[in-house]
């Protein structure tokens, strides 16, 4: 009752400026509106279609997909736009990629609106907002959303309301589960605040819950969570200013059974607070933030847990800007609750350099062991995989302890006939946690040439990785070539990208990569191209290999596309 209630309240003050809004615009200033504001129509639609062909290995992916995708906007002054997206793809039950196929709880296919009028959007469709990083935190939904926001100061706010996630059913192969199964999943949030001047004050909610299970086959117990944060950012003096934020999760078991209970599956909370002093030439910032274990959210794909953070930043601009300095320190530890048999703890340091030291020259440096997450898989992760759904979910946790890094980069000038770039890389990461050691090498240089005149482009590099742990130890080393080509009558341009990578393991060479990219594209105007791709992968085994790596394969994929753009302006 009380959630209710609340929405209730929180829609009456937004809609209410929606409805001050319309009462402004009678018939005859409505007319004398569209008489005068200029309309102006934007769209762009993009349709790829791709032939997959393996040779001496099993097919990965399905052999001919379709990839659709576009957006129009119409806008009436500055007042009305309406604009629209959508993306659509053949891909049915696959097990060949983690995010295609109709049996995953988010799919590709979706189509969004969010039509504007003035300071209100209206989100139909498949979208994602962002409320806080403790409630609403970009979680896509199909559904309803609404938000105001004011020109200046004064109350704003949003709403979402929608499935988070859809019913999957499992898919067995010879008794083994080959996707991941799931809830529906529904959900309700909003968020309102107050702004004057630098002052903001902010509340969001998220109530979502688990439906009952109604397979047989499907044996998930549903589960309901309520969150929510209350923060504040408040300016303290001259260039000083402040913010604290607390949020809550609540998860209970939604199953009704017998066992089930009214208190709360898990219980957590988090905190956050710093203040910031902003110069000419220097920013300084304390910041402290914990966030108890398991906390999550539905709202949210991942969260870091489990941690409390003291830290000092300081940034200094020198010599006329060309000069940076960043430099965080601080204290990170876990197992706040005390229930882990480890604890670990470190200091932690942050510190970077950046220096324009003229036109033609730059150069950074930079150190981190703080602990760094990544949330996304490699390009082609999903070839690498051995079943499609190794990696169904795209966001990869790997934490590094250590990271020192180093590049540099030499121009020629500006006004040059021909420009010559000059760049390298070099890096180091590593993890010394108890529960692991391992660390990787990786070092680049790249030189790039563009001679105007005869509207060519070319490029070499080389790169070297070497990655080890206790039980592997690979070194992946090779050239890479980049040649480019534009002809004018027609206007054409001509890419072609090949690289070439030996992969040496535990000390035995085992086998090389080597990748192609072709590229071939017509522009019928600045904004109309369409363009035919030429992609392979051979993958060569050598003869003392294994026996089960001692196959060659090549893959290859065609792909043909069409690339449209409208933009019109009408003015009666």
């Not at 209100?120 to 970009?138: E, K, Q």
């Not at 047989?216 to 944060?229: G, H, V």
């Not at 539905?298 to 940034?315: V, W």
Request: net charge positive; glycine share 6%; aromatic share 16%.
């Amino acid at each position: 009752m009380k959630k209710y209630l609340i929405l209730f309240i929180f829609k009456f003050f937004a809609f209410q400026g929606l409805a001050q809004d319309i009462q402004k615009l009678n018939l005859k200033s409505l007319k004398e509106f569209l008489k005068s504001s200029p309309i102006s129509i934007k769209s762009g639609f993009n349709i790829e279609g791709k032939y997959y062909l393996p040779i001496g290995i099993d097919p990965r992916q399905s052999k001919f997909q379709y990839f659709a995708n576009g957006f129009s906007s119409i806008t009436l002054g500055k007042a009305f736009k309406v604009p629209v997206s959508f993306s659509l793809t053949n891909q049915g039950i696959s097990l060949f990629h983690q995010f295609y196929g109709k049996d995953i709880a988010q799919r590709f296919n979706r189509i969004s609106l969010k039509p504007t009028f003035k300071n209100h959007t209206l989100y139909l469709g498949t979208n994602a907002l962002n409320f806080s990083n403790y409630s609403l935190a970009g979680h896509r939904f199909d559904g309803l959303g609404y938000e105001y926001k004011p020109k200046n100061n004064g109350i704003f706010g949003s709403i979402a309301w929608g499935r988070f996630l859809r019913k999957v059913d499992p898919i067995y192969e010879y008794e083994i589960l080959k996707n991941k199964p799931s809830l529906e999943r529904r959900g309700e949030a909003f968020k309102i605040g107050y702004k004057k001047n630098k002052a903001v004050y902010q509340f969001s909610m998220l109530i979502a819950k688990d439906l009952k299970n109604i397979s047989k086959d499907l044996d998930l117990t549903p589960y309901r969570n309520i969150a929510f944060d209350v923060s504040a950012e408040i300016p303290i003096a001259n260039k000083i200013g402040g913010k604290i934020t607390y949020g809550k999760s609540l998860i209970y078991d939604n199953s009704k059974s017998e066992f089930s209970s009214k208190s709360p599956v898990i219980n957590s909370n988090a905190y956050s607070a710093d203040i910031t002093y902003k110069g000419k030439n220097a920013d300084y910032g304390i910041e402290y933030s914990r966030v108890d274990p398991n906390f999550k959210t539905f709202g949210s794909y991942f969260f870091n847990n489990d941690l409390e953070t003291f830290a000092f930043s300081n940034s200094l601009r020198l010599l006329d800007d060309k000069l940076t300095l960043i430099d965080k320190f601080g204290f990170q530890h876990n197992n706040l609750n005390n229930q882990s048999y480890q604890k670990n703890g470190n200091w932690v340091a942050d510190l970077g350099l950046v220096h324009n030291l003229n036109e033609q020259f730059n150069y950074h440096i930079n150190y981190s062991n703080f602990s760094n997450y990544s949330n996304f898989n490699s390009t082609y992760q999903f070839i690498k995989s051995y079943d499609g759904y190794a990696s169904l979910d795209t966001i990869n946790y790997h934490q590094i302890n250590g990271n020192i890094g180093l590049g540099f980069q030499i121009n020629t000038r500006s006004d040059a006939r021909v420009k010559k770039n000059l760049s390298t890389e070099l890096m180091r990461q590593s993890n010394n946690s108890p529960q692991e050691q391992s660390y990787v090498n990786f070092g680049s240089i790249n030189l790039n040439i563009e001679a105007a005149k005869y509207n060519l482009n070319y490029g070499l590099g080389f790169t070297y990785t070497h990655t080890q742990n206790a039980d592997f130890d690979q070194t992946l080393y090779g050239p890479n070539v980049l040649i480019m080509k534009k002809i004018k009558k027609p206007k054409i341009l001509i890419s072609e990208n090949f690289s070439w990578n030996l992969n040496r393991e535990n000390q035995l060479q085992r086998k090389s990569l080597m990748m192609n990219y072709l590229n071939i594209q017509c522009n019928f105007s600045k904004s109309n191209q369409a363009y035919f791709k030429y992609n392979t992968i051979i993958n060569k085994a050598y003869k003392y290999n294994i026996e089960e790596d001692n196959s060659n394969t090549l893959e290859s994929f065609f792909i043909l596309g069409l690339r449209l753009q409208i933009n019109k302006s009408l003015k009666k």
